[in-house]
């Protein structure tokens, strides 16, 4: 498919040289004294063997590219009461002082045992001269090993009761851990002398996520701002100004998709810096690129009065209907009161009555809810479908569903026209346009009973990780929003 590939290879880096000094088992130890005496002085310890290099709960590096420092220290999942450190510097040099209670929270340490919690010292302008803060030093920072001390002040909390505030004390420690300096990476992004090692501030086994690489980063970026201008045209003369009136087209973001009603931003995809990297899939590098965000818009046309006259007309109708009812009851209830009537014939007199004269809005209600099918449109950009679930398109009617080949540059169109269901809604037009490979579509139903035009993306053996091979874009609504969608 012209214009979409973006070749690249996948290189997954070796092993490099161990010391045999990685035997010795890593460790953290620090001692808190308080200055005033009210409490004994707190000890936490944390021993730890060899990292590994995509271990969630060690982790450090030196960002070749910017050379800051990075370095993460936490807990094994259910440490319970035990001695616990927290550390998260980010950083540039080997020094850090820390403050709580400041704007700056990339870096931070909290320390932690059965009755006490840790951290730096609050910050506050009228004791900046006499609350110094904590301060911590890298005497080591290598890829395999990393040394640190830490000095200066703490503030303690109590774990018991309320969590009480016990107030500033002093700090002393030292760390010192080992790990196998290994790295995965991505693939690299063509086009940009990007970085592909996968540095991962993040990294999280649990929850199957970790920080981009670079190259990744720098290809989602793109992605994300070729849909944005793409659908540009389509915020063109859609919202009003002032008063909405019959015809006024208003755009919003679908639920948990990325906002792509943003400004175009100028900047260079190959040196995206790691803060702005974000997560992605803890294998994302094995796998075919699959943009994390969703895109989505929905367009809402606002209806005429006249659209909504058959309402307004049937409201009257049922008033004058409920008007009739409550007069035929009080007769009943009139002839049942003087005994000329019994209760059974009362039930059957008012059942025969409300069969031919039913308190009903069929004939609005139906309308309005064609009206909502009509009014509305959604839309949804895939990249890269991940699974077949991806691929499938739900029909509205699957008797007059077509296959189309009108537009441009895409292998075909699926489009299925509104359709009433059995309960009177109506089910709104649908529409899908493929863009790429995919096998020919056939009529397929679901396992939850709803029929689907059944397709799927079709991927090379040996693929590039970072190249976009296909692209989906559904629709969901009226036919007149559908063809303003895709004129544009």
Known sequence: MNGIFLILRVVISGCLFINTSYGQMGSFTATITPTDGHYKAITISVKKPLFKFDDAHGYWFIHPRTGSHH??????????????????????????????????????????????GITAPAWHSRDKETIKPMHIHFTTFTAGEVAFTIFGFAQV?????????????????????????????????????????????????????????????ALRNKVFDAVRSSMAPLFTNVSHAGKAVAGDINISMLPGCADINVPEKERDYCSENFYTNGTTALNAQKKNFTNDDGFGLRFIKLPSDEDLSSSAVSTVHLQELIKQQVAFIDSLQKLMAAKKITPDQFTKALQVFTDKHPLTMDAPTKNLKKMEAEYNLHVHVIINAADAGDSYLKLSDRAKTIIEHNIKGSSFEVYSPMAKDTEGS???????????????????????????????????????????????????????LMDKAIAN
């Open 157 to 217: 909390i109590s774990s018991k009761g309320n969590g009480e505030d016990l107030g500033v004390a002093a700090i002393t420690g030292s760390g010192h851990f080992y790990r196998e300096p290994q790295y995965a990476q991505s693939a690299t992004l063509p086009g940009c002398n990007c970085d592909a090692t996968i540095y991962a501030k993040t990294f999280d086994a649990e929850e199957q996520a970790r920080t981009r690489s670079d190259c990744e980063a």
């Open 426 to 480: 109506w089910l709104a037009a649908r529409m899908g346009i493929y863009f790429g490979k995919f096998t020919a579509p056939v009529i397929n139903k679901q396992g939850d009973g709803y029929d689907t035009e059944k397709t799927m993306a079709v991927y090379p053996v040996n693929g590039n990780k970072l190249s976009i091979y296909n692209i989906i874009i559904k629709m969901e609504g009226g036919k007149e």
């Open 71 to 116: 370095f993460a220290l936490y807990p094994p999942q259910g440490y319970g009461y035990g001695d616990a450190a927290f550390i998260d510097l980010n950083g540039d040099g080997n020094d850090y002082d820390l403050y709580t209670l400041t704007s700056d929270n990339s870096s931070s340490v909290t320390l932690k045992n059965e009755g006490y």
